[in-house]
């Protein structure tokens, strides 16, 4: 999400800047911008929508003829995609310019404390503070400069900046956000990725977390968090452009898996202030969540399986009736909707027509409707009454991963905050829970530590003509996304069954040599989820089971067993989607799929 550039040299920056955006484009954005180091000052030029609005706007670059600069193509975080929120960001007297990428989670605090001492803003966004509070520290130096503001900042950034004062450099930083300085022969670059100046440049640094780099046309310096110089190594990138724009992964999709993570901790953390829930949603107080008398939850595709999970958790904890629809199916189903209902509107794109169509439709009964969307600025975060986005960042890959596990943060977040203010969830919980939360990304990253199992059984499996995915209660809603996960990208056929299903038909589809794959991800249901694969078993299938390590009697019963690392009942669905994506991914590319664009299928699903 967002690109960032920064070049300095002999050449004019402008085209080289405008020329390394466009290999970033990859990562999605709505709005571009470009500033430039000009004999009178620096000047900003901004546009919202493609690159191709600021080549204009810039006449290719020839109306920026300096030597020095930085650019920026953002994707909307805080505050819509426009002019005036796109980078780069002056601070108020302009003797700082910066683009960022990342969220800067106390930015409201930081921007009260600068707004005191006489600072104005111009946008919506986080990053303005950014450039501010640079300004605010600084006095002449600018690598003390932005090493004092980063003391401040609470997230994650990547940041280059330019001074007024210094013509000669830029000065680059990051935290839990790429950022790769290019070193050339008498010109450097910073960029969010190594594409954007591969045409320039093989040989990188890598810049650590939490260093200062101050980078001119003739040399480059590092600076650790404490202010000592600390040198640095060179690497040359033998990789071709289009491996580098997907991060060295061979596909978007698999990117995006290895992606979560972050996307979970983006989503999480900073919604987690001092040990306190906090979803900023307006108008959602307790007297209206009080009246509540039945939530709906609507959406399509994955985004329909998320609400299935998250119904399961709003009964347990709300004590509220939630009922899950299609929003396909929310408009023919005559809803009983009214003033008293929640109406959750769950999409990745925010553009899904029959999502769309369903919100409308909610509204016009007089529903209070929430959106759950990942698309800042989309048609449903717009219409809907509040928007919770999903910081998942751009998802590319047709078949949804990441964008997947955020919603379901969201609605564990927003679960337990209702949950607090109708005073339904003890104290002791509310914390045990938020703990392990907070522990999710770290768990989600031990189990993608290692997928060698999970492809061994991908070659066992990529031959076959049917699979068949099986679970109880929220194993169900998970059988449904492995199916379709697996479905949409390999082209295999599979269902998906709850397992107490199976006797009342599906059984007669099993025969030997059937795969059926068991979700055995809860301990209540345990029992009953043996003997669903003893019953399949007799009939002659081959099962793989899911569940986490040391899970008793599983490896007697099933052929295979994929295993979660050791986790809390509440995370579980978070957790046992990834091996289920995994599996899908290397079906597909064994049998030579194109994984990231299935045939047939659109990211954004506009019509109805
Ligand atoms: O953008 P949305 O979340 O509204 O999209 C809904 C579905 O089209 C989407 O989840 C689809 O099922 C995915 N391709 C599944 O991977």
Wanted: hydrophobic share 40%.
């Amino acid at each position: 999400m967002c690109g960032i550039v920064g070049y300095t040299g002999a050449r004019q920056a402008s085209e080289v800047i405008l020329d390394a955006l466009e290999h970033l484009e990859y990562r999605g954005y709505d709005s571009s911008g470009i500033a430039i180091h000009e004999a009178d000052g620096i000047h900003v030029e901004k546009a919202r929508g493609r690159l191709q609005v600021l080549r204009e706007r810039t006449d290719n670059g020839a109306k920026l003829p300096g030597n020095v600069g930085i650019g920026h193509t953002r994707w909307a975080t805080h505050g819509e995609p426009s002019d005036r929120n796109a980078h780069p960001h002056a601070s108020a007297g302009s003797r700082v310019v910066i683009v960022h990428n990342g969220i800067i989670e106390n930015y409201l605090p930081l921007q009260e404390f600068l707004a005191a001492q006489g600072y104005t803003f111009h946008s919506q966004t986080d990053s303005e503070v950014v450039a501010n509070l640079i300004d605010y520290h600084y006095h002449g130096d600018p690598v003390e400069a932005v090493r004092a503001a980063l003391v401040q900042i609470k997230g994650s950034y990547a940041l280059g900046v330019l001074f007024t004062d210094h013509p000669d450099l830029i000065v680059a930083a990051r935290k839990n956000s790429p950022l790769v300085i290019g070193l050339g022969e008498g010109e450097n670059y910073i960029a969010s990725d190594i594409p954007a100046f591969l045409k320039y440049t093989r040989r990188i640094v890598r810049l650590r977390e939490l260093d200062v780099a101050v980078v001119r046309a003739n040399g480059l310096e590092i600076y650790d968090p404490f202010g000592n110089p600390v040198p640095y190594t060179e690497e040359h990138v033998e990789w071709d452009v289009s491996a580098a724009e997907k991060g060295g992964y061979e596909h978007f999709m698999l990117k995006e898996i290895y992606e979560q993570p972050r996307a979970i901790r983006d989503t999480i953390s900073p919604r987690v202030v001092e040990g306190k829930i906090e979803l900023g949603l307006q108008s959602l107080d307790e007297a209206r969540i009080r009246s509540l008398k039945q939530i709906y939850i609507t959406a399509c595709g994955s985004s329909y399986h998320v609400g299935m999970v998250g119904r399961v958790f709003m009964e347990r904890l709300l004590h509220i009736p939630v009922r899950v629809e299609l929003a396909s199916e929310f408009r023919y189903e005559n809803p009983l909707v009214d003033a008293d209902t929640l109406v959750l509107v769950i999409s990745q794109s925010g553009e899904t027509a029959d999502t769309l169509a369903a919100l409308r439709e909610a509204k016009r009964l007089g529903a209070y409707t929430i959106g759950i969307v990942n698309v800042v600025g989309s048609a449903i975060a717009t219409e809907a009454d509040e928007v919770l986005y999903t910081w998942a960042g751009p998802e590319i890959a047709v078949a949804t991963t990441k964008a997947y596990n955020t919603q379901l943060s969201v609605l564990y977040l927003m679960t337990m905050s209702l949950a607090r203010m109708l005073g339904r969830m003890e104290d002791t919980t509310y914390a045990e829970y938020l703990q392990q939360l907070a522990q999710l990304p770290d768990l989600c990253e031990k189990l993608l530590q290692d997928t060698s199992h999970i492809q061994y059984l991908a070659s066992l499996c990529f031959a076959k003509d049917d699979i068949f995915f099986i679970g109880r209660n929220l194993d169900y809603a998970l059988a449904l996304e492995g199916s379709l996960k697996l479905k949409e990208i390999s082209y295999i056929h599979s269902e998906s069954y709850a397992a107490g299903e199976l006797k009342h038909g599906t059984i007669s589809l099993i025969q030997p040599g059937s795969l059926v794959i068991a979700l055995c991800t809860q301990k209540r249901l345990l029992e009953r989820m043996i003997s669903d694969i003893r019953t399949v078993k007799a009939r002659g299938a081959m099962v793989i089971a899911l569940a986490e390590e040391n899970t008793p009697f599983i490896q007697d019963v099933a052929d295979h067993v994929i295993t979660l690392p050791a986790h809390a009942d509440f995370v579980a669905p978070s957790l046992s989607v990834i091996p289920l994506q995994l599996f899908a991914y290397y079906v597909a590319a064994l049998k030579g799929c194109d994984i990231d664009k299935p045939r047939n299928l659109a990211k954004s699903v506009t019509v109805e």
